[in-house]
């Protein structure tokens, strides 16, 4: 059964998660983390098919399922609900199951968490899944075909490690220094990023670095 929370709409901000595990247990432990955090669950569910219909209409901030449910897996639900950019997701999976890992991410999930996990896992988790969900939207905004938006995204992931790797920063900072020099060049950020990938930060100019 789907269950829902049955409270008087919340007045504050906090982002808005639907949940979805076939275990009971850890569907109410994680719907507890995520209250401590700051979290407002609005729906669970205990298999794919009611997560996704859940997500369509609740449209919530973002939406966690578990790999391994009945009647849809998690992979496949996850697939559903990133082709509709309702939310970003993150995958949760038992560590036997890590081989699945990269068929998440190629589905659209945007992080993952290995079981057992607890609240300092978790946070991390939502908050990459989250930024990763900003920045492709930001990435979408500035292509209006579907198969462009793909590679943009693509070439925007790999100047990322690039930049990760040569200049040493985080991939928040490296997604700043992508959109700061675009801005900067009157660039797209594909743009930006196919010279990242093929010349390395110097496509930026000399005296450009680390992103306020």
Same mark, same amino acid.
């Given at each position: 059964?789907?269950?829902?929370?049955?409270?008087?709409?919340?007045?504050?901000?906090?982002?808005?998660?639907?949940?979805?595990? %076939?275990?009971?247990?850890?569907?109410?432990?994680?719907?507890?983390?995520? %209250?401590?955090?700051?979290?407002?669950?609005?729906?669970?569910?205990?298999?794919?098919?009611?997560?996704?219909?859940?997500?369509?209409?609740?449209?919530?901030?973002?939406?966690?399922?578990?790999?391994?449910?009945?009647?849809?897996?998690?992979?496949?639900?996850?697939?559903?609900?990133?082709?509709?950019?309702?939310?970003?997701?993150?995958?949760?999976?038992?560590?036997?199951?890590? %081989?699945?890992?990269?068929?998440?991410?190629?589905?659209?999930?945007?992080?993952?968490?290995?079981?057992?996990? %607890?609240?300092?896992?978790?946070?991390?988790?939502?908050?990459?899944?989250?930024?990763?969900?900003?920045?492709?939207?930001?990435?979408?905004?500035?292509?209006?075909?579907?198969?462009?938006?793909?590679?943009?995204?693509?070439?925007?992931?790999?100047?990322?490690?690039?930049?990760?790797?040569?200049?040493?920063?985080?991939?928040?900072?490296?997604?700043?220094?992508?959109?700061?020099?675009?801005?900067?060049?009157?660039?797209?950020?594909?743009?930006?990023?196919?010279?990242?990938?093929?010349?390395?930060?110097?496509?930026?100019?000399?005296?450009?670095?680390?992103?306020?």
């Amino acid at each position: 059964m789907t269950e829902q929370s049955g409270g008087p709409a919340a007045t504050t901000t906090r982002p808005r998660v639907v949940i979805a595990e %076939d275990e009971a247990l850890i569907r109410m432990d994680l719907a507890e983390m995520l %209250d401590e955090e700051g979290y407002d669950v609005v729906g669970q569910a205990e298999d794919g098919e009611k997560a996704v219909a859940l997500a369509t209409e609740l449209r919530p901030d973002l939406v966690i399922l578990d790999v391994k449910m009945p009647r849809l897996d998690g992979i496949a639900a996850a697939e559903q609900i990133a082709r509709a950019r309702i939310a970003p997701v993150v995958i949760l999976t038992a560590f036997s199951q890590r %081989d699945l890992v990269e068929r998440a991410r190629d589905a659209g999930a945007m992080a993952y968490l290995v079981k057992p996990f %607890d609240q300092t896992d978790l946070v991390p988790a939502v908050e990459m899944a989250m930024s990763r969900f900003a920045e492709l939207r930001q990435v979408e905004s500035e292509v209006a075909d579907l198969t462009e938006r793909l590679e943009a995204r693509k070439v925007v992931d790999r100047a990322k490690g690039v930049l990760q790797e040569s200049l040493g920063l985080s991939e928040p900072e490296s997604f700043r220094w992508i959109q700061k020099t675009a801005m900067d060049l009157r660039l797209s950020m594909r743009q930006v990023a196919e010279g990242v990938v093929t010349h390395g930060p110097s496509v930026a100019g000399p005296g450009t670095g680390t992103p306020d």
